[in-house]
């Protein structure tokens, strides 16, 4: 890992010299990320929880090149040399994320298409008309809980629970909803010290799941994943349903959340929606962004020596895709109050090999809520 430069404030900062990207200073990661930046250009080297090191890459032409070069990085986690020396320990709190699982997120080349083929197929098979009056139907319900109470928490009543009333619906386990798997999915990415815990408990709806539907199929994503030519394992449906859930989940949670809040507080963007001048769908596509569900995917990790951003990047080592800060990227956006009306080349999905597969689904979500 290279070394900053001399003179870094000591607030927030490692061994080595390295700035954290937890503790105080991180509590406004758009300002880290923006100091980093300045001292580093589009690729820092940054510290993780336990002083784990890995790269960050701040740039927005940085991360499209990461995400779209699957010779030179990819995602499958066993070749991260701090996980083989063991710098990452067993109880990290980020190892639900870290851990090499067998899904389509870890995997390359013929095992990619074929895991990936049985996840786009299955989606494939989804009513979207359909969907969109379920979640209407879910919308006035729980509008119908809180609309004459005089005032409401957006959040914790709307935002963190349309998302898996959805999802539940999509899976074939609507009966399953309920506060604790919203408490569980919303806790498991954060890195929490409950975060294992949360994973243990989804991973048990999902493997009981699985078994259900392969005994009993039914017209639901599950049993049409199941039910793919792939042929996947119980191990490789569980496993899949758990990061489509979570991820579908947490990030249209988030995104809920950020375009309310900018519609309710924001008197310009709001006359521009009612005005007709913006769409709710290109008021989410603003947000994405400016405010991406997730901020940052990790991790990548580099298959061989190469070079990104001008930095040295060693074999082995891991970087984390910084959507947010390449979003803000000053030679893609220089004015950030500029509206990005009809323009979709953000990272909030991603890109390459691993662009998100859902995203449709995410914004029909997000659209109708």
């Not at 607030?11 to 700035?19: N, T």
């Not at 619906?169 to 909803?177: A, N, R, S, T, V």
């Not at 990227?329 to 004015?335: A, E, G, I, N, Q």
């Amino acid at each position: 890992m290279a070394t900053p430069p001399p003179g870094c404030p000591a607030h927030g900062i490692g061994p080595g010299g390295l700035r954290r990207l937890y503790g105080p200073e991180a509590e406004d990661l758009g300002a880290v990320y923006e100091k980093l930046r300045a001292e580093h250009g589009p690729v820092a080297p940054v510290l993780l929880h336990d002083d784990v090191p890995v790269w960050v890459v701040l740039g927005h032409a940085e991360n499209l090149h990461m995400v779209r070069s699957p010779s030179q990085f990819c995602r499958d986690t066993r070749l991260w040399s701090a996980l083989q020396d063991g710098t990452v320990k067993p109880d990290h709190p980020m190892m639900p994320h870290f851990a090499w699982q067998p899904i389509c997120v870890h995997a390359e080349g013929d095992e990619h298409l074929r895991l990936r083929g049985a996840v786009t197929g299955a989606i494939s098979t989804i009513d979207h008309r359909g969907i969109r009056r379920y979640i209407n139907r879910a919308t006035q319900h729980l509008v119908n809980q809180f609309c004459e109470a005089g005032g409401a928490d957006l959040v914790s009543q709307f935002a963190e629970h349309l998302p898996m009333m959805v999802m539940c619906e999509i899976l074939g386990m609507p009966d399953e909803y309920n506060d604790r798997i919203v408490q569980a999915a919303r806790d498991m990415p954060k890195g929490s010290e409950t975060a294992i815990a949360s994973n243990a408990y989804l991973m048990d709806v999902l493997m009981r799941l699985t078994a259900r539907r392969r005994a009993e199929p039914a017209d639901d994503f599950t049993s049409h994943l199941i039910g793919h030519p792939a042929r996947l394992t119980d191990d490789e449906v569980s496993q899949h349903l758990r990061i489509i859930l979570v991820a579908a989940y947490e990030a249209t949670a988030n995104l809920i959340a950020n375009v309310l809040r900018v519609v309710l507080t924001d008197p310009r963007f709001r006359a521009q929606l009612k005005g007709g001048q913006m769409t709710v769908p290109e008021a989410v596509e603003q947000s994405l962004w400016d405010e991406p569900p997730f901020s940052t995917v990790l991790p990548y990790v580099a298959k061989h020596d190469t070079e990104l951003g001008g930095e040295h990047i060693s074999k082995g080592d891991a970087l984390i895709m910084g959507i947010a800060p390449g979003n803000v990227d000053p030679r893609v956006r220089p004015d950030l109050s500029a509206h990005m009306q009809g323009n979709r080349s953000h990272l909030a999905f991603g890109g390459g090999p691993h662009e998100c597969p859902g995203q449709d689904i995410g914004r029909a979500i997000a659209d109708v809520g």
